[in-house]
């Protein structure tokens, strides 16, 4: 029998779910006029988290006062919030970093630019490039410029009106927040890349990341994503996948021999037409520890506050964390590995700091991939990073389908 918070969770993940498709037909229908490479189509990420994360929100009490944007909780859906960029300033501010990232760009000797590209693929082909000397140089962001893009904005300005109207958004600011929030990185003026034949570029679902993979697409230069995390992407059966990781690039990088993407969406977001599958450097069996503990450990995903964003992804903290009190109350010896995000996420006012309490005697304070041969079991409940680190050893996983991330 399904419980209630189970079946509201599944109008949540339907209603996220549409809006998607929603998005998807719009930018079908009135974007692609302007190009494959559009406002909508680049904004894409963001939007959808935007939109979905105002359904998820919209009747559950923050947990911060803070919204990290583009995701939104309901004190901001239903007052008269107005958004102040921040985090992204950076990019567009004058100084050192970006005064040497500008001298190197320069440099014609050079033929490949990186940008955010932090994964173990990247880091092992590095070391081979470099025994070479083939150098490569870190690009220096710069906006995109688009045709008639004014048009553009206007277009989205209205589908968000129409959104807020719809779910009753009491927020009079909350279009022109978002337009606010994407426009620093669009530009009325054509902007010179550097010259690079080449872009080695980390997660296109990073708005940073996407334009500048654009900028190059729309230069004829080649542009190869590598995967970001320590899996295939193509396990967890997510739309999600197809507009934000498997986009704007020519060649894509991931681990395993997963092939198959099941196409869910209209727009091609300028998928690639190839995709390289490499073994995981990091993917081996760990020696067997004769010393191992009888006891048992629990390695939940992160809490998440108000950034939350759909169709699938996370559950509300309060429901997680009781589900996570169930779990260690079913034995005493049964201790918790926290995620390491968690801390980056909550800060001092948060309710998460307050009341997501666990007894300290219980949590494991060492790195996972210290303790993995240490324990005789480990339970997890979402398929992710720390899920892979315990697959590749010889512990034994008791998994728990809590209905989020599908598999």
Known sequence: MKSKDFREQVKIDRKTLSELYKLDNLNKRKYEKFGKINLLSLTFVQLQQYL????????VKPYSKFSYFPCVNSSYLNTNTNF????????????????KKKIYSSLPFINISTCNVFSDIYKELGIELNKKFILRKTVSFKPIY???????????????DKFAKRYKIKNTGYSKNFINYIKNYFSYDKINIDNSKILFVGSNGLLENRITSANYLLNNRKVISFNHANYNTLIIDEPNQEYSEHVFCNYYVDYGSLNKNKKKLKSDFLAPK???HLNNPKIYKLSSNDNISKKIVYVPDSFNGDHRHGPYREMDDRKYYKFQKIVLKSEKNILIKKHPKEAKIYNSDSYAFKYFKINKDRILRDQLFKIVNKYRLFIVDRISQAFFDLARSETKILYF???????
């Open 274 to 276: 190839h995709f390289i």
């Open 52 to 59: 979905s994360s105002s359904i998820i929100n919209k009747n």
């Open 401 to 407: 389908n809590i209905g989020r991330r599908k598999i």
């Open 84 to 99: 102040k960029n921040k985090i992204d300033k950076k990019l567009f501010t004058l100084n050192a970093d970006y005064i």
């Open 146 to 160: 688009l045709n008639f893009l004014d048009e553009q904005f206007e277009l989205l300005e209205k589908y968000l």
